[in-house]
């Protein structure tokens, strides 16, 4: 493998939970590299979490080595180690007895930060997670399923770790609220750039949010990949299978609209057309021009026409790289 001393590599990592028995994880060999987003994807059972819980060392590989900036994190004090880690999981795992701002404070106080600064530090997280302020005294109880996520997310960027391990993170909320807070931690990404290890077995999230996908089969590593190159190269019928990605709807949701969109003409944009931000998928153009008499989407930047998504240039974009 490659030599990469930023990020999180793993080497030929093995898990056996009872001795003699089947592995959990099974010869995995891995590079995140530093302020990627990378996703692990993979049926139940497949071994996702048990690699997760290695990294901030919950459980010790049987066989192979993970280091994290090049050092092998045994040689790291566990502390020490887990105190650099943002860790969410799918319980999200608040303290009921503790409000908002403590529960996001826990880091930071632990790290002796002083009171001031830890004050901003979680009005800064608030606004970050798009959380109102004056959340700070409520209790989780208060707080419904997606909010109290977003404190999960806010506690675990507190004292600003360069890695986050994410365990299914949106497993228990709606559809809604899933696609709301993918919004948000694609935005939030864009703006903080952790190298960050995030679990789902939602094909959709995985495609939605990553750079990289490596996918997990009875903990081995299957393939591990671009989106796009996934979709048009699966290397086995279970990664085509898994992805669907004989799906061309699915293609178009890892498009941005202005990879197919024409420029404006003489006339301008047409006046009636539904608008859509520049960054937003293909597939969302797809809809608006699935209703009745709309042929053109107004694609905008920063709130300026910039080009226009019609039918056709989506049919010409889809079939330029080589689809049916
Ligand atoms: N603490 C444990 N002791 C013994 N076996 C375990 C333990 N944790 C997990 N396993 C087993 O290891 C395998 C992988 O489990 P793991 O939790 O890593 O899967 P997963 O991919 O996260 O699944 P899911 O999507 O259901 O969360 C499973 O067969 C599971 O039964
Ligand atoms: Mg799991």
């Known amino acids: 493998m490659e030599q990469v001393s930023e990020g999180i590599t793993f080497r030929h990592v093995s898990k056996v939970y009872a001795p003699g028995g089947e592995p959990a994880v ?10 990627s987003f990378v996703v692990l994807l993979g049926p139940s059972g497949s071994g996702k979490t048990t690699l997760l819980k290695m990294v901030n060392r919950l459980f010790e590989p049987t066989s192979g080595s993970i280091c994290i900036d090049g050092t092998d994190i045994r040689e790291l004090d566990v ?8 860790y969410v999981i799918q319980q999200i795992g608040l303290f009921p007895h ?3 701002a403590r529960n996001i ?12 600064r830890i004050d901003a530090r979680i009005d800064e997280l608030l606004d970050l997670v798009d959380l109102p302020r004056e959340y700070r005294s409520r209790y989780p109880s208060q707080l419904s399923g997606g909010q109290q996520q977003r404190v999960g997310l806010a506690r675990a960027l507190a004292a600003d770790p360069m890695l986050l391990l994410m365990d299914e993170p949106f497993g228990a909320t709606d559809a809604i609220t899933r696609a709301a807070l993918q919004k948000q931690m694609i935005s939030l990404q864009r703006r903080v750039h952790k190298t960050v290890l995030f679990v789902t077995h939602d094909v959709d999230e ?4 990553a750079d990289r996908i490596a996918i997990l089969r009875d903990g081995r590593l299957v393939q591990y990949d671009e989106p796009c190159a ?15 990605a004989d799906d061309r709807i699915r293609q178009l949701a890892l498009l941005r609209v202005e990879s197919v969109m024409q420029p404006i003409g003489p006339d301008g944009a047409p ?22 008499e709309t042929r053109a989407v107004t694609v905008v930047d920063g709130g300026r026409p910039i080009g226009i998504v019609t039918i056709d240039s989506i049919r010409a974009a889809a079939c330029e790289d080589g689809a049916p």
């Open 98 to 100: 503790m409000t908002v």
């Open 79 to 86: 502390t020490a180690l887990r105190r650099r880690i943002g």
């Open 105 to 116: 404070a826990i880091v930071p106080q632990l790290l002796g930060w002083d009171r001031r």
């Open 206 to 209: 995985a495609l939605a949010l």
């Open 230 to 244: 996934l979709l048009t190269e699966p290397a086995d019928a279970f990664v085509r299978e898994l992805l669907n």
């Open 26 to 35: 099974d010869d995995v060999s891995l590079a995140v590299p530093e302020g």
């Open 271 to 292: 006046a009636s057309a539904p608008r859509l931000a520049a960054g937003e998928a293909v597939r969302q153009a797809l809809s608006l021009l699935l209703r009745p």
